[in-house]
């Protein structure tokens, strides 16, 4: 099946931002671990040195180390470990590789929501190779973050599935959207990205808070400012209880680690 006209444009630019993104960060392959917390983390850790096991996972989940609890990220410095050893350069390409993925990904949801296809991907370069990103990347210690915003991607693809499939609903049906929760397998779908998010690292306590921004635009679920002290606002923000639940947990556990 050939791909549209549209449709190999975005591809295409999927391919500039991984190519665009592996080729300014490759460099890091030579890097070494650093002293600072890349110790912590995996150099001088008995629990990660061991590789993945399951006695390893049970100590990610049950245990607070370095002033965190982001089991998924001690788990992928296991996996590391287990594959390559102690080697840095696979875990530097492997955080390279995570933000291209990100960057392909918010290219997408922008492109989802917007339907602006060179915006989207401005937006995304800029994301992609902006100099505040070298740490995020270039760090091993930092696998926290590009895991999470992975994960924190997937849910937000999720949420926009979930939206536009009520909104398909409604028009197929010609009747407004209904008054209560609509859930959906995307909407769970994506409770479970955020979960894995936040077990990655507790940066997106704040996602639920964009969920409304975006509902009010590019989504449109909120069809004009003055409705944000109304009744239109409250049902879209029960609607995502489980997500300020999830926020209000990660913090806590955050504050005891």
């Known amino acids: 099946m050939e791909l549209s006209g549209s449709k190999r444009t975005r591809a295409l630019i999927c391919l500039i931002l991984a190519l665009g993104t592996l080729g300014l960060y490759w460099q890091v392959h030579g890097f070494a671990f650093l002293n600072f917390d890349d110790p912590d983390y995996v150099t001088e850790n008995p629990v ?5 096991s399951f006695s390893g996972i049970l100590w990610a989940f049950t245990h607070f180390f370095a002033s965190n609890w982001h ?6 410095h296991m996996l590391d470990v287990q594959i390559f050893g102690l080697n840095p350069a696979a875990p530097h390409v492997i955080n390279v590789f995570l ?4 960057a392909i990904l918010l290219f997408l949801l922008l492109y989802r929501m917007t339907n602006a296809q060179w915006r989207s991907a401005i937006v995304a370069g800029l994301f992609a190779w902006h100099p505040l990103h070298v740490e995020s990347v270039a760090w091993i210690s930092e696998r926290k973050d590009v895991l999470s915003t992975l994960f924190g991607l997937l849910s937000l693809h999720g949420y926009t599935s979930h939206v536009l499939r009520i909104l398909r609903e409604r028009l197929a049906s010609g ?6 929760i609509k859930f959906t397998r995307e909407y769970f779908l994506a409770l479970i990205f955020f979960a894995l998010s ?6 997106l306590v704040t996602l639920p808070l964009l969920m409304l921004l975006l509902d009010y635009w590019p989504l449109s679920r909120i069809a004009m400012v003055r409705t ?30």
């Not at 089991?71 to 992928?76: G, H, R, V």
């Not at 936040?198 to 940066?203: D, H, S």
């Not at 049902?235 to 955050?254: H, I, N």
């Open 175 to 180: 009747l407004p959207e209904p008054k209560g």
């Open 71 to 76: 089991p998924l990220t001690w788990i992928s």
């Open 228 to 257: 944000f002290i109304g009744p239109r606002f409250i049902k879209l923000a029960r609607e995502k209880w489980p997500w300020f639940a999830l926020a209000a947990l990660s913090s806590v556990v955050t504050f005891f680690a």
């Open 99 to 102: 933000h291209a993925a990100n």
């Open 48 to 52: 990660v040195k061991q590789g993945l």
């Open 198 to 203: 936040l077990m990655a690292k507790p940066m």
